[in-house]
């Protein structure tokens, strides 16, 4: 994507959510590397918790427990 090219306001708001999910994944435990992984494996799944209005950390936590 080029400098030129702007993320609509949803994409943009997703890729922040996932950001601050990847934190709390990193705060319980896993590496960086891990929870990158975690999310782009998963990423309809984590698409879903964010449309249904979870917090990052109830993200975070639902993934840890699965």
Do not use: R
Request: a negative charge; glycine letters at 6%; one cysteine or more.
């Amino acid at each position: 994507m080029s400098k030129k090219e702007k993320l609509d306001p949803e994409t943009a708001a997703l890729i922040q959510w996932c950001t601050e999910v990847e934190g709390f994944l990193v705060a319980g435990g896993a590496t960086l590397d891990q929870a990158q992984e975690h999310i782009e494996e998963n990423v309809e799944w984590f698409t879903d918790m964010f449309y249904d209005g979870l917090s990052p950390e109830q993200a975070a936590k639902a993934a840890l427990n699965d």
